[in-house]
């Protein structure tokens, strides 16, 4: 059964989206992408330079066919994330945008009204926008009607690995949003990932879990295979929790 997961007008096997910032040298991080088979990669446009063909970062990904996801990260408010928007895609020809507003540097918390602002100035300008945001029911929906292909709550701040800290508020918008909701943020092991694709969410993103492991290729290869089980999970419509035994071998019809 094919089982690809789609958003805007992208078609992508893997259900696992890899960051690319925190890992030790470029080699390590290439291993890790192949070995994650993610098809779509995230990449911090201040930490990049676009316009250098010899950038580290840039010919370490040579030839892998990833859909390359450059976020806003460092931006404190839509001025500034629009702005950096703007040069990515002049520099890069891509209009793929992963939005992200965070003006307060310590649990960097996504803006909500601030990111709202930058997206609908985005979306108007033919972005393809994936918003960073808190676990919010109500934000989730006011960006879906703008016309978001998906959105990316947290689960727990950026690289805390603390995992799905938000999980019911997350079952909710997974329940109520009509496109994919990608939980990106705070996924610190592969059990964090199998159980937000258990819950129904479309894909996950990783990395600092990742890149900040004693051995990256192995832990990438540990979170892909996560993700497939728990989407497996998923499509197979899980047993509920009951909260009395249940004898696994029946009383009835017996020899």
């Known amino acids: 059964m094919k089982d690809d997961?789609?958003?805007?007008?992208?078609?992508?096997?893997s259900r696992l989206i890899l960051g690319s910032g925190k890992f030790?040298?470029?080699?390590?991080m290439r291993k890790a992408i192949?070995?994650?088979?993610?098809q779509m990669v995230t990449m911090a446009l201040r930490r990049i330079d676009l316009a250098n063909p010899e950038d580290d970062f840039i010919n370490s990904i040579e030839g892998l066919n990833l859909q390359f996801l450059p976020n806003t990260s460092g931006a404190k408010n839509s001025e500034e994330a629009i702005r950096l928007a703007r040069l990515s895609q002049r520099a890069t020809k891509n209009n793929w945008i992963k939005l992200e507003v965070t003006p307060e540097p310590k649990y960097l918390l996504p803006d909500g009204t601030e990111t709202l602002k930058a997206t609908e100035v985005l979306l108007k300008e033919g972005f393809v926008v994936l918003p960073y945001i808190n676990a919010d029911f109500i934000l989730g929906k006011k960006l879906?009607?703008?016309g978001c292909p998906a959105i990316m709550p947290l689960g727990s701040p950026i690289g805390s690995n603390q995992?799905?800290?938000?999980?019911?508020q997350l079952k909710i918008m997974i329940k109520e949003s009509n496109i994919p909701v990608i939980v990106d943020a705070g996924i610190g092991r592969p059990s964090d990932a199998a159980l937000a694709m258990e819950i129904g969410a479309e894909a996950v993103l990783v990395n600092t879990a990742i890149a900040v492991s004693s051995d990256?290729?192995?832990?990438?290869?540990a979170f892909a295979l996560a993700v497939e089980a728990g989407r497996l999970g998923y499509l197979a419509k899980l047993a509920t929790e009951k909260n009395y035994a249940s004898a696994s071998s029946p009383l009835k019809g017996l020899l």
């Open 5 to 13: 997961l789609i958003i805007s007008n992208k078609r992508l096997a």
């Open 24 to 28: 030790s040298n470029s080699q390590l």
């Open 34 to 38: 192949i070995e994650s088979k993610t």
């Open 144 to 146: 879906e009607e703008l």
């Open 163 to 168: 995992g799905l800290k938000t999980l019911e």
């Open 216 to 221: 990256p290729i192995m832990c990438a290869r």
